[in-house]
């Protein structure tokens, strides 16, 4: 067999063992609409669900992608699409007071932090969320960002935080649905509120639509990209899809004294989450031989 088919077949080995329940990351992949990949050790592969993620990992989202990522406290980052984001600094102290460190960069995009009741910390965050020139302190909150060409936002949902800029006085922002606006070439806005249509308008840009291709821990479809009996040909749509920013693998199947390979993209939510996938890989690849399963 051919080295990249084996290397097809141990990252969708790797991407089972990483969604262990058993691990303890600091930083894993959650959810991913594609196309999306992990910038590590300055290696680029597709995002692949359940990667433990590490100091220096920088992500990368394409068009109408969407990533949500869960840290070692509980908390939830999700990014929009067009997005450039780095993990920095993550750290878990136990040692009496347990606190969860990190700096998070929003390079680029849309980007959002959540602490959930549903995961009980019982321990201190100290997080570190940097724009482009905007650096927010976070210990517990709500807050959406984004880093364009030309400005930086910061919307504060529910919580606290404190803002730093070179140059001008620290920000605290304590009141909900309020938002700081600076231009790389300006000095910022006063803190004003945030009308509720704009706020659903910004959290739109970080939420996955319903039915829209999301791969998700814990999902059940599969979409099939290629069934044949060339490994040439399993290699050729494994790659092209890599490339692309899909998480695929190479599964092979022998019946009758045949070797047929299926080429795979795994964790789909829902069999519209499947066809959903199909069309968009059918228009921007030309992947023709496509279907969506439960096995």
């Given at each position: 067999m051919?080295?990249?088919?084996?290397?097809?077949?141990?990252?969708?080995?790797?991407?089972?063992?990483?969604?262990?329940?058993?691990?303890?990351?600091?930083?894993?992949?959650?959810?991913?609409?594609?196309?999306?990949?992990?910038?590590?050790?300055?290696?680029?592969?597709?995002?692949?669900?359940?990667?433990?993620l590490k100091n220096g990992d920088q992500i990368l989202t394409g068009e109408a992608?969407?990533?949500?990522?869960?840290?070692?406290?509980?908390s939830t980052v999700k990014l929009g699409e067009h997005a450039r984001f780095t993990l920095d600094g993550m750290a878990q102290s136990r040692d009496g007071t347990r606190t969860f460190a990190a700096a998070l960069g929003v390079v680029e995009g849309a980007f959002r932090f959540t602490t959930s009741l549903l995961y009980k910390f019982a321990g201190q965050r100290d997080v570190r969320v940097t724009f482009a020139t905007v650096t927010a302190g976070i210990r517990g909150t709500d807050l959406w960002g984004k880093t364009t060409a030309d400005r930086e936002i910061v919307a504060l949902i529910e919580g606290k935080i404190t803002l730093t800029r070179p140059g001008d006085k620290a920000v605290t922002m304590t009141q909900?649905?309020?938002?700081?606006?600076?231009?790389?070439?300006?000095?910022?806005?006063?803190?004003?509120?945030?009308?509720?249509?704009?706020?659903?308008?910004y959290a739109a840009e970080t939420e996955m639509a319903t039915g829209?291709?999301?791969?998700?821990?814990?999902?059940?479809?599969?979409?099939?990209?290629?069934?044949?009996?060339?490994e040439k040909e399993a290699l050729a749509v494994?790659?092209?899809?890599?490339?692309?920013?899909?998480?695929a693998s190479i599964r092979p199947v022998?019946?009758?004294?045949?070797?047929?390979?299926?080429?795979?993209?795994?964790?789909?939510?829902?069999?519209?989450?499947?066809?959903?996938?199909?069309?968009?890989?059918?228009?921007?690849?030309?992947l023709q031989d496509v279907s969506v399963s439960l096995n």
């Open positions: 051919g080295v990249r088919f084996i290397q097809g077949v141990l990252i969708a080995a790797l991407s089972s063992w990483a969604a262990s329940p058993a691990l303890a990351a600091l930083a894993e992949v959650e959810a991913v609409l594609a196309p999306a990949w992990l910038v590590r050790d300055g290696k680029r592969l597709p995002l692949g669900l359940g990667r433990e992608a969407r990533v949500r990522l869960r840290l070692a406290d509980g909900p649905s309020t938002v700081y606006q600076t231009s790389r070439a300006a000095a910022a806005l006063p803190v004003s509120t945030l009308p509720p249509d704009v706020l659903a308008k829209a291709g999301e791969a998700r821990k814990g999902g059940t479809w599969r979409l099939y990209a290629a069934h044949t009996k060339s494994y790659d092209k899809l890599q490339d692309a920013g899909y998480d022998t019946k009758d004294g045949h070797t047929e390979y299926a080429v795979r993209i795994v964790g789909l939510l829902t069999e519209a989450d499947g066809v959903a996938l199909a069309v968009k890989l059918r228009v921007q690849l030309g």
